[in-house]
C-alpha cells in the first residue's frame, strides 16, 4: 500500500508545483525532441518504477490501451512512408504519449488500491489539489498583475522562460491562463457533485470560489467548456423535466449560481467582465482565435 500512496504523494506534489520545475534545465537533446520537462520526466519515473514493482499490472497495460496504440503506430507509420524517413520529432511525441498513458495509469491504479469504491474520498482529494492550486493562482495573481514580470524576475536569476504576455489573468501553476481555465472545469463540476451527495456547506463554498475564479482566467475556452460541462451534467435532469414536468432542485440552484456569478464578477470586477465581452464577440479579428483556426487546419492536413 506505501508504493501507492507514494504515487500519489507524488502526484500531489506535481499537481500543486505544475509547471514550475520548468524552470530547472534538461538537456538539449530532451528538448530538441519535443520540449519535454522537469515534471515530465519527474513524474514518468515515479509512476512507472511503481508499475514495475506491481507487474502484474504493468502486463495488463497493453491489452487494455491497444486500440489506441494501434491508431498512433498506424499515424506514425504513414508519417514514415510519406517522408521517406523516421521522423524523429513524431517518433519522440509518440513515446512521449505512452509514458503517459503509463504514468496515468499508474496514478489511476493508486487511486484504485487506496480508495477503492469511496468516490466522495477521492474527490476531496482532488478537490483539495485544485484549491491549493487556485489560492496560489490568486497570490500570483496580486503579486504579478502582468505575466511578463515573473519572466523578468526569471530573467534575473539567469533563468529563461518565453511565457505568453497576459494581463491580469489568473495563470495557475501551469503558466497559462487557457490551460488553467479548462483544468478547472474539473474541480468546478466535483464540487457540484459533492454538494449534492454530501449537502455541506464547504462544497457550496469551494464551488462559488472556483466559479468565480475561472472567470479570471479570461479564456473563452473555459467558459464554453464549463457550459458544456454543466449541460452534460444536468442531461438526466433535462430528460425528467421533458417527459415527467419536474424540475430537479440541482438544476435550478445551478442556473442560479451561475447567473448570480455572472452578475457577481460584473459588479467586482467590471474590467473582467468588459475584457471577457470584448474577447468573445471580437473574435472574429482576434489573432490569438486565427491562431488556433490555422493550428486546426494543419492538424487536418
Not at 92 to 116: D, M, P
Not at 144 to 173: E, K, M, S
Amino acid at each position: 500500500m506505501s508504493r501507492y500512496k507514494t504515487i500519489l504523494g507524488t502526484f500531489f506534489i506535481i499537481m500543486i508545483i505544475g509547471n514550475a520545475l520548468r524552470f530547472l534545465p534538461v538537456p538539449k537533446t530532451l528538448v530538441a525532441i519535443g520540449s519535454i520537462n522537469t515534471t515530465e520526466i519527474f513524474f514518468y519515473f515515479v509512476s512507472i518504477t511503481v508499475l514495475l514493482l506491481t507487474p502484474k499490472y504493468i502486463l495488463r497495460f497493453p491489452l487494455e490501451y491497444l486500440g489506441i496504440y494501434s491508431c498512433f503506430l498506424l499515424s506514425f507509420l504513414i508519417a514514415a512512408i510519406r517522408l521517406q524517413e523516421i521522423p524523429i520529432i513524431p517518433l519522440s511525441h509518440n513515446i512521449r504519449i505512452l509514458l503517459y498513458f503509463l504514468s496515468t495509469y499508474a496514478v489511476g491504479l493508486a487511486y484504485f488500491k487506496i480508495y477503492r469504491g469511496d468516490l466522495i474520498r477521492l474527490f476531496n482529494f482532488i478537490l483539495t489539489i485544485f484549491t491549493i492550486n487556485v489560492i496560489i493562482a490568486w497570490a500570483l495573481y496580486l503579486i504579478f498583475p502582468t505575466a511578463v514580470q515573473i519572466w523578468d524576475l526569471l530573467q534575473g536569476y539567469g533563468i529563461t522562460f518565453d511565457g505568453d504576455y497576459n494581463l491580469n489573468r489568473l495563470l495557475g501553476t501551469t503558466f497559462d491562463p487557457n490551460f488553467f481555465g479548462n483544468i478547472l472545469i474539473f474541480p468546478i463540476m466535483i464540487s457540484l457533485f459533492l454538494i449534492e451527495k454530501t449537502e455541506r456547506k464547504i462544497y457550496f463554498f469551494t464551488f462559488l470560489f472556483l466559479l468565480f475564479s475561472i472567470f479570471f482566467t479570461v479564456s473563452r475556452s473555459s467558459l464554453l467548456g464549463l457550459s458544456i460541462a454543466l449541460v452534460l451534467y444536468h442531461l438526466i435532469s433535462l430528460k425528467t423535466f421533458i417527459t415527467e414536468l419536474k424540475v430537479k432542485k440541482s438544476l435550478v440552484f445551478n442556473l442560479i449560481i451561475f447567473a448570480s456569478a455572472i452578475v457577481g464578477v460584473i459588479i467586482l470586477a467590471p474590467d473582467q467582465a468588459e475584457r471577457f465581452f470584448n474577447r468573445f464577440f471580437g473574435i472574429s479579428t482576434d489573432l490569438s482565435a486565427r491562431h488556433r483556426y490555422d493550428d486546426m487546419i494543419l492538424a487536418f492536413d
